[in-house]
């Protein structure tokens, strides 16, 4: 579904913004509130492999768009977390659109982070899927403090009995 950014004039009428804009600036304008986003938005092929690669991608995993562009989606998926690119790859070919979820990758730096992934397909002209688009928001400070609070939850308790 397209969704379109309206303008009202002084006069309190509506147009729509976006309309008016040439392709080109269409383009632009996508294109700059991809590389703008505080999340991970990159796209893959049907087969895995690396096509767009936003710098909040670039700061989220530690690998620039130069070492990830062709390159398989795998490599900042732990082998324990690989079925899940599986699933996934199925999920969209029977038409699904998958859920977003909570998992973990791996940094270029080896690290494991949680981040909340949102897979959605990418279609051709005629309605086939050709890829996937992701947008993954890194939510490991957020699962620490969780867990922090948890843990103090559990010691207070204990200190009651």
């Not at 398989?72 to 969209?92: A, D, N």
């Amino acid at each position: 579904m397209h969704r379109e950014l309206i303008t009202v004039d002084a006069r309190g009428s509506e147009e729509s913004a976006f309309k008016q804009l040439s392709t080109e600036d269409q383009l632009r304008h996508l294109g700059a509130i991809i590389d703008f986003s505080h999340d991970a938005i990159f796209s893959t092929t049907l087969g895995g492999h690396v096509l767009s690669w936003n710098a909040s991608a670039e700061r989220i995993y530690g690998y620039s768009a130069k070492e990830m562009l062709g390159n398989s989606i795998s490599t900042v998926v732990p082998e324990c977390r690989l079925s899940e690119l599986k699933s996934i790859m199925e999920q969209l070919q029977e038409g699904k659109r998958p859920a977003s979820f909570e998992t973990e990758r791996v940094r270029k730096d080896g690290r494991i982070i949680q981040v909340y992934l949102t897979v959605s397909p990418v279609l051709d002209a005629s309605g086939h899927l050709i890829g996937t688009s992701t947008i993954a928001r890194d939510i490991t400070e957020r699962r620490a403090v969780e867990e922090a609070i948890r843990k103090k939850q559990r010691e207070l308790e204990e200190e009651k009995r």
